[in-house]
C-alpha cells in the first residue's frame, strides 16, 4: 500500500463502518457527536386537499465537513428519513440544489463523490388527504440519517425531526424562498437519452443563448455512469448534447433522472426518456478537460513574458526604456523601482480579470480586453498617447511619472506598469489562450491567481534588471542622452496616438474622429499652458484648470453622441468573407464545404499583423477560392455576445481565434494566434479537389 492510497482507504473504511452504524441503529436515536446539525421546518399552514411545503436545513459546525447528494457518488452516504406522519398526510421527492464534486485519488484511479459545503437545505411537499381525520394543528415526526465527512473521516449523523402543521390559513415562512432559489430548477420540457455499448447520451433542452461555462452533469441513478471520467459537451441548436462513460455492467433503466450543473453554480434538474440523440455539434469547453492548474499557471506567466516582444506591446516600449534607462542608479533605487514597477503591472491585471470576471457573473457577454470594445476607453487612450507624444517632446512635464527621464520615481514606475498592463491587453499570444480561457471556467480565487501570474510575466524582465546587478550594469549610464532619447521616443508613441486614432475612426466614423481629436488638442494645450504658467501667476493658472475641466466635461458629452449617431466602417477585404453567425457557420457545413473561421478586432495588434502576413494575400485567397470554402469574419471590435458565446465555446477568453472546419468534420482545426504567411494557405490547399467545379 502507497502513501498515497493511505487516505483513500481510510475514507472508505470510515465509509463502511458508517453503513453498518446506520444499519444497526435502532429507532432511537444514539448519542452521536453531531457535525451536521438538521432542523425541520414547515413553510405555513395546510388545508385539508392541499399541500404546503417543508425543509430540511444542514448546517456544519465548521467548513471542513460536508454532506451528500441523493446520490453520493463513488463513496459516501444519502440522506435517509423514516418518518411518523398522521393518516392522510404523506411527503413527496425531497428536491436539492447542484452538489459539487470531490475527487480523490485511488492510485491510478480517481474517485468523484457528489457533495454539499456549507450551509443547503432540501426541500419537498407535505400533502393533507381531503378526507383526512384531522381536527387541529398536527405533528412531523421522522428520523434522519446521513453521513457527515471532511477529507480524513467519516461520521454517521442521526437527527430527530420535529415540527408542527397548522391547519388552514396563515403566513408563509419567508425563509423558503431563499431556500426555493438555491435548488435546482426543473426544466419545462423532458430531455432523451441514448444507451450506447460505452457511452451514455443525453439531449438537453437548454436555450442557444444560455451561457454554459464549464458544465456538469449528476446522474441521480445510481451505478449507471462512472462518475469520474471525463464527460463531453456539444451544443446543437437548443440542445446541450452530453457524453458520459458507462459504468461496466450497468443496467439499462427506462427514465434517467439528474441535475446539470453549469459554470456559474446554477443547477437545472431534468428527467430524460428514451430517444434520438443528435450526432456532432459544436463542442463545450468542460471543466474536467483543463490542464493541471500549475500548467496554466506557467501558460500565463509565459504569456505575459512573450507580450514583452509582441507587437500588440510595442508602443509602451518608450515608457519601457526610460524606465530602464532610469534604473541604472543605485541598487536598492532600482529594486525598488522594479518592484513598483511589477507591482503596477500585477495589481492592474488582477483588476482588470476581477472585473471581467465579475461583469460575466452578472450576465455580461465579454472577455478579455473588453474595455476597448468600449468608445470611451479607446478615445481615453487615444487622449493619453497623444499627451505622452507630446511630453516626450518636451511641452510639459508630468511631475513624478517614470516617463520624464528624471530621477528615480517609485509612483511614476507604479503608473507605468498599470499604463503596460492597460495597453498590453488587446494581445493574447501564444501561451495566454489556454490560461485565459480556462480563467473564464475557474472559481474566481483560481482565476484572479491566473491573471496575476500574467502581469508577473510581463514585469519579469524589469524585476531581473532590477535585482541582478550583472544585467544591469549592461545598460547605459544616465545622462543628458535620456533627453535625446525621451524625444526620439515621441515618434512610436506619436505614431501609437495615430493608431489609436485610425481606430476611432474604425469605431465611429470621421465626426467621432474629429471630435476626439478636438479633445486631446484642446487638453494638451491647455496642460502645456499649465505648465508654462506654474510659477507665474496663481489666478492664471486656476482659470486654465477652469477651462481644462469644462473641455473635458463638454467633450465627454458630445463624443458619445457623435459616436452613436455614426455608423463603423466596414473594411475592405481580399477574401470572400461573410459576417460569422451560428446559422451561417452551420449552413456551410450543412453543404458539405470547407469553412475557414476566423474572429479579429480593429484593436487587436496581433490580428492585424496576421491578416497583412497571412490573410489578406492573392494566393491564400485563391487557395480558398480553389477549396470551395466558405470564409466566416468575426469581428469583435464592438461587443458582441453570439461571438463571446462562441468563443467561451472553444475556450478562449478573446481574439484572434483561427479554426478550420474540413468538409464533413464535426470538429475544427484550430491554427496557432501568430501565423505565417501560409498558414491558411496550405490548408486551403490540402483540400481543394482537382477539377471541382460546384462553386
Not at 441514448?194 to 438537453?204: F, K, N, S, T
Request: charged share 15%; with cysteine.
Amino acid at each position: 500500500m502507497t502513501r498515497a492510497t493511505l487516505p483513500l482507504v481510510r475514507r472508505l473504511l470510515a465509509t463502511i463502518c458508517a453503513l453498518i452504524a446506520l444499519a444497526l441503529m435502532p429507532g432511537s436515536a444514539i448519542a452521536q457527536e453531531t457535525y451536521i446539525p438538521a432542523r425541520l421546518a414547515v413553510e405555513g399552514p395546510v388545508q385539508p386537499g392541499g399541500e404546503t411545503r417543508i425543509a430540511i436545513r444542514f448546517t456544519p459546525v465548521s467548513q471542513e465537513w460536508h454532506g451528500y447528494w441523493s446520490n453520493p457518488g463513488d463513496a459516501g452516504l444519502g440522506m435517509a428519513i423514516d418518518w411518523e406522519l398522521p393518516e392522510g398526510v404523506s411527503i413527496g421527492e425531497f428536491r436539492y440544489p447542484a452538489p459539487t464534486t470531490l475527487v480523490q485519488q485511488a492510485g491510478n484511479r480517481p474517485l468523484m463523490n457528489h457533495i454539499f459545503e456549507g450551509d443547503y437545505a432540501v426541500v419537498a411537499p407535505l400533502r393533507v388527504a381531503a378526507d383526512a381525520a384531522l381536527n387541529g394543528p398536527f405533528e412531523l415526526r421522522g428520523t434522519a440519517r446521513y453521513l457527515a465527512c471532511t477529507d480524513k473521516i467519516c461520521v454517521p449523523q442521526v437527527a430527530q425531526l420535529r415540527a408542527v402543521v397548522a391547519l388552514g390559513e396563515g403566513a408563509r415562512d419567508a425563509r423558503f424562498a431563499q431556500y426555493q432559489s438555491a435548488l435546482a430548477a426543473p426544466l419545462d420540457r423532458a430531455a432523451r437519452f441514448a444507451l450506447g455499448d460505452e457511452r451514455l447520451r443525453l439531449a438537453i433542452p437548454l436555450p442557444a443563448t444560455l451561457e454554459m461555462g464549464a458544465p456538469h452533469v449528476f446522474i441521480e441513478t445510481r451505478d449507471l455512469v462512472d462518475y469520474a471520467a471525463p464527460q463531453t459537451y456539444y451544443r446543437a441548436d437548443d440542445l446541450l448534447i452530453a457524453e458520459i462513460p458507462l459504468k461496466t455492467g450497468a443496467e439499462r433503466p427506462g427514465v434517467i433522472a439528474g441535475i446539470i450543473r453549469l459554470g456559474d453554480g446554477t443547477g437545472l434538474s431534468f428527467t430524460a426518456e428514451p430517444g434520438a440523440v443528435p450526432t456532432g455539434g459544436e463542442p463545450i469547453r468542460a471543466d474536467n478537460d483543463l490542464p493541471a492548474w500549475w500548467i496554466l499557471i506557467g501558460a500565463a506567466l509565459l504569456g505575459g513574458l512573450v507580450l514583452n516582444i509582441m507587437p500588440c506591446v510595442f508602443p509602451i516600449l518608450s515608457l519601457k526604456a526610460l524606465s530602464l534607462a532610469k534604473a541604472g542608479g543605485a541598487e536598492r533605487a532600482a529594486r525598488m523601482d522594479a518592484l513598483a514597477y511589477a507591482a503596477g503591472v500585477i495589481i492592474a491585471c488582477i483588476a482588470l480579470g476581477g472585473v471581467l470576471l465579475a461583469l460575466r457573473a452578472s450576465g455580461e457577454a465579454i472577455g478579455w480586453a473588453f474595455q476597448l470594445q468600449n468608445p470611451e476607453v479607446v478615445v481615453a487612450l487615444f487622449l493619453l498617447a497623444v499627451a505622452l507624444t507630446a511630453n516626450f517632446l518636451g511641452a510639459f512635464e508630468i511631475p513624478g511619472m517614470a516617463i520624464t527621464g528624471s530621477g528615480a520615481s517609485r509612483r511614476g514606475s507604479f503608473a507605468t506598469g498599470v499604463l503596460a498592463a492597460f495597453v498590453a491587453t488587446p494581445c493574447t499570444g501564444p501561451f495566454m489562450a489556454a490560461a485565459l480561457g480556462a480563467a473564464l471556467v475557474l472559481p474566481w480565487p483560481l482565476a484572479l491567481g491566473l491573471f496575476a501570474a500574467l502581469g508577473l510575466g510581463i514585469a519579469l524582465p524589469f524585476l531581473l534588471i532590477g535585482f541582478v546587478p550583472a544585467i544591469r550594469q549592461r545598460l547605459p549610464r544616465p545622462g543628458k542622452w535620456m533627453e535625446t532619447f525621451r524625444r526620439w521616443m515621441a515618434l512610436p508613441m506619436g505614431l501609437t496616438a495615430l493608431a489609436l486614432g485610425w481606430l476611432v475612426w474604425r469605431m465611429g466614423g470621421t465626426m467621432f474622429l474629429l471630435a476626439s481629436a478636438v479633445m486631446a488638442g484642446s487638453i494638451t494645450l491647455i496642460v502645456a499652458l499649465l505648465w508654462s504658467q506654474r510659477l507665474r501667476n496663481y489666478k492664471y493658472r486656476t482659470v486654465l484648470m477652469i477651462a481644462q475641466g469644462f473641455t473635458v466635461l463638454s467633450m465627454l458629452i458630445i463624443a458619445p453622441r457623435v459616436f452613436d449617431s455614426g455608423e463603423r466602417l466596414m473594411e475592405v477585404s481580399m477574401l470572400d468573407s461573410q459576417p460569422f453567425s451560428e446559422a451561417a457557420l452551420a449552413q456551410a457545413r450543412e453543404e458539405g464545404r470547407p469553412v475557414f473561421l476566423y474572429f479579429t478586432a480593429d484593436w487587436c495588434v496581433t490580428c492585424k499583423v496576421n491578416e497583412g502576413i497571412a490573410l489578406e494575400r492573392e494566393a491564400t485567397a485563391q487557395a480558398l477560392d480553389a477549396a470551395n470554402a466558405v470564409v466566416l469574419r468575426g469581428d469583435w471590435t464592438r461587443r458582441d455576445p453570439e461571438i463571446t458565446a462562441f468563443l467561451t465555446q472553444q475556450g478562449v477568453a478573446g481574439v484572434p481565434l483561427y479554426l478550420w472546419y474540413p468538409a464533413g468534420a464535426s470538429t475544427p482545426q484550430r491554427l496557432p494566434q501568430v501565423l505565417t504567411p501560409r498558414s491558411v494557405e496550405r490548408l486551403a490547399s490540402a483540400s481543394a479537389r482537382p477539377g471541382d467545379t460546384s462553386r
